[in-house]
């Protein structure tokens, strides 16, 4: 059988490395002095393993909501003699000045810290603490890294045990003392959104050796400082800078770059138009150039091959066929071009391997791989073109779609306008159209991104979303690896009485199927969560406003389930006044079948447990159920469930009726005459997991008429539904307890009658087990 998109297993080091950070005082440290976690003295780590540990850790603690993070994790590598860093990769605001405190004396060759605004002018004196090892250093985004706290001057090796962590809008003093004397190694930087403060020129002059430079979002006071790196300069990133005569020919010295960025994020906020005489210039003097980002430029149309003079044939990525003038200079086509907001990715020659851009699928994707870590601006624009190319056309590349968009949800997943947009993709990703091409796997990846997202934000767009995707899978077996999760968030979404319509709806039906069919501890789980509560606040909330829609009915479906052999959550129901809104919604709506179904299928629940059973056994209750047996509704299941109530109620004998009104005896005629009006053939809108509180009224003597309902029932569901029910009431041990049916004397006769048929359907079944019976086994609704 052909693998599934993205099928393939975790490597064995992932699931060790997240099995240790899962289980970290049971595999590598201990709970030492005032509960701090140490490392054991056993404890060797290589780089590799170390490296691992802590970028799987913040992984974690950004996408996980399970794992609980550590105070002290950082200070488990502390020391180089037993832990060994050289490549780490942190991310947000969970990251302190006391965390890189904690790793000073490690040889880090690679330190990427992106978006850290928890970081001050403290991290700027730890990072002198790598400079004689450090190649590769990232800052971007951490913008407060520039400024003290509270104005206080740098601090590496001060307590910090006790360290106040004051808020980014504190840090007011910018920090002068620092520069990068002494990084005689770093190769590559990244100091993307630095603050207009600082002056870029002066910051950078003490690097010699520069290969790559991102000065993304940088104010430069001026250009010609980049000329000191022109015979070592491979990659210049410039996006978002202001382009200008002077920059470009500054740029076009740099004849070694062989990657350069100056793209921008819209040709809105673009001043400068690229000309065909300036795309010339980058071609010719900069002949190493195997990538290029001109995203966002506003483009003349000088710069076009004019269409009746374009190369004939399909797109080719030849140079000498290309469709843009001064890309017929190349000497082979680019690895990457970033065409993204521009007139030019709508060319048919491109030569390019790579492009990004809005034309097609592979443009899309290409933009939204390129530009997801450091431009969410942009991938939250290319994410929303691939909803529309999945919406309203195919997506041909699916594994990569959804693993694009799974990541950027990961990266971003504070960023409000990715989260919207990318939700929205995944619903339409793992729709019925997409399904049988995605592995357990990769669905598990969407689900708890799609969680992640729901947590995050309580906005009705991405919940509606979110709620939505959750709606593309099986349920509860797709979601019952985060069953719990899944159900907290979801009582979280209905909490609010007035919520908005369509989410509530959605959730409802969501929480139903989440409870329906699923083991009882699960159940018993839920409902400690308050999920019988937050049902009834609901209904109560419908009974208001006098509408009984989806979400009444829902509501009442999801009680029916949630009560099925689950006394303490019929106890919750019975606590909550929910025979009061049972009264209230067959006044108010006494022509809904559907409803009418739904609540007395939960009051067959509540009847099953013998301790709550004489809270039903009041005159207004009794009349009710007895009325209700006279019921159309639905088929014969209002009636069937009523009659289901009662029949456990008369089973406890004729000594609890202590109402002289209505008299037993006429409600039990009443149950043999709706008995035996019912069609024994009905199909049924039910779903039996088990037989066993059906199977308890059959040997007994104290109700004859609760004997005759069992049997009945037994008898419609094993011959409408054989292959389902037959080998059930086997399996329970019900032919011996129909076999004690005919040997009582109490028994009626036609009880024993339709004994003896189901027994032989029984029978018949085990020596023709085919199903013949309509050609068909489909069951809809709850159990009963």
């Known amino acids: ?189 990244n100091l993307g959104g630095l603050p207009d403060e600082v002056d870029a020129e002066t910051l950078l002059k003490p690097l010699k050796s520069l290969h790559s430079l991102d000065l993304s979002n940088v104010q430069l006071l001026g250009t010609a400082f980049l000329t000191q790196w022109k015979d070592r300069l491979a990659s210049l990133v410039l996006y978002n800078v202001d382009l200008s005569e002077e920059l470009v020919s500054t740029v076009v010295e740099l004849v070694n770059l062989r990657h350069l960025d100056i793209s921008r994020e819209s040709r809105r906020t673009s001043k400068f138009k690229m000309t065909r005489k300036i795309l010339t210039a980058v071609v010719q003097r900069l002949v190493n150039l195997v990538s290029l980002d001109i995203s966002g430029h506003i483009m003349l149309d000088n710069c076009t091959v004019p269409h009746f003079e374009e190369a004939m044939g399909r797109p080719s990525i030849e140079p000498c066929k290309s469709s843009i003038y001064p890309f017929q200079e190349l000497k082979r086509p680019l690895q990457f071009l970033g065409l993204y907001d521009t007139t030019l990715c709508n060319v048919t020659h491109i030569p390019a391997y790579k492009v990004t851009g809005s034309k097609n699928e592979d443009q899309v994707l290409n933009a939204i791989e390129a530009y997801t870590e450091f431009r969410p601006e942009l991938a939250h624009r290319a994410i929303n ?81 979110c709620c939505l995707t959750l709606c593309n899978f099986s349920i509860p077996e797709e979601l019952e690896f985060q069953y719990s999760r899944v159900n907290q968030l979801l009582l979280k979404i209905l909490e609010p009485a007035r919520q908005d319509e369509s989410i509530q709806r959605i959730a409802v039906h969501l929480c139903n199927a989440l409870v329906c069919q699923v083991d009882n501890h699960h159940k018993e789980a839920v409902g400690k969560m308050g999920f019988v509560k937050t049902m009834l606040n609901l209904i109560q909330k419908k009974l208001q406003d006098r509408m009984c829609d989806q979400v009444m009915e829902f509501s009442w479906s999801a009680l029916w389930n949630i009560t099925d052999e689950t006394p303490d959550n019929c106890q919750m129901f019975l606590n909550c006044r929910g025979m009061s809104l049972f009264l209230e919604c067959l006044q108010e709506f006494p022509d809904k079948q559907e409803l009418h179904r739904n609540m007395l299928g939960l009051l067959g629940n509540v009847a099953e447990v013998k301790a709550l059973r004489p809270q039903l056994l009041t005159p207004q209750f009794i009349t009710v159920f007895s009325n209700l047996l006279d019921s159309k509704a639905d088929g014969i299941e209002v009636s069937y469930n009523a009659c289901g109530v009662l029949s456990h109620i008369m089973f406890d004998g004729p000594e609890v009726w202590s109402m002289e009104e209505p008299r037993r005896d006429t409600v039990m005629d009443k149950m043999w005459d709706a008995i035996q009006s019912w069609d024994v053939s009905s199909r049924r809108n039910i779903n039996y997991r088990s037989f066993e509180p059906i199977l308890r009224l059959l040997p007994q003597s104290i109700s004859p008429v609760s004997q005759h309902w069992a049997t009945w029932a037994l008898y419609n569901l094993v011959s409408v539904y054989p292959s389902k029910y037959c080998p059930l009431l086997i399996k329970e041990g019900g032919i011996s307890l129909l076999e004690k049916v005919l040997e009582l004397d109490s028994s009626q006769p036609e009880t024993k009658d339709m004994a003896r048929k189901v027994m032989d359907q029984c029978e018949n079944f085990k020596e023709d087990p085919m199903e013949t019976n309509h050609g068909q086994e489909v069951n809809h609704g709850q159990r009963g």
Request: one cysteine or more.
């Open 1 to 189: 059988m052909a693998a599934k998109a993205g099928d393939n297993p975790e490597s064995l080091m992932t699931l060790a490395t997240v099995f240790c950070l899962r289980n970290l005082r049971k595999t590598m440290c201990y709970q030492g002095f005032r509960n701090k976690l140490c490392l054991r003295s056993d404890i060797f780590l290589p780089s590799e393993i170390c490296d691992k540990l802590v970028n799987t850790y913040m992984e974690l603690v950004h996408t996980d909501s399970n794992f609980e993070p550590e105070e002290s994790f950082f200070q488990l590598f502390s020391d180089p003699r037993s832990t060994r860093l050289t490549r780490v990769q942190l991310r947000e605001d969970f990251v302190r000045d006391r965390d890189l405190e904690a790793i000073r004396k490690q040889d880090l060759i690679e330190l990427h810290l992106t978006y850290c605004n928890s970081l001050s002018s403290r991290s700027l004196k730890t990072l002198t603490c790598f400079r004689e090892t450090l190649v590769s250093l990232c800052l971007f985004g951490c913008s407060h890294i520039f400024y003290r706290k509270g104005g206080a001057p740098l601090a590496c090796n001060e307590d910090t045990e006790d360290e106040e962590e004051e808020s980014p809008a504190s840090r007011q003093a910018l920090e002068t003392d620092f520069n990068f004397q002494g990084f005689n190694r770093l190769r590559l930087l």
């Open 385 to 465: 073109q691939l909803f529309d190319i999945a919406r309203i056309q195919h997506c041909s590349q699916l594994l990569r779609a959804l693993q694009l968009v799974i990541a950027a949800l990961k990266c971003h997943k504070y960023d409000k306008s990715i989260q919207v947009t990318g939700s929205a993709a995944l619903f339409y990703l793992t729709n019925t159209e997409y399904r049988s091409d995605q592995s357990v796997r990769l669905r598990r990846q969407v689900i708890q991104v799609v969680l992640n997202g729901m947590e995050q934000y309580q906005e009705v767009t991405v919940q509606r979303n």
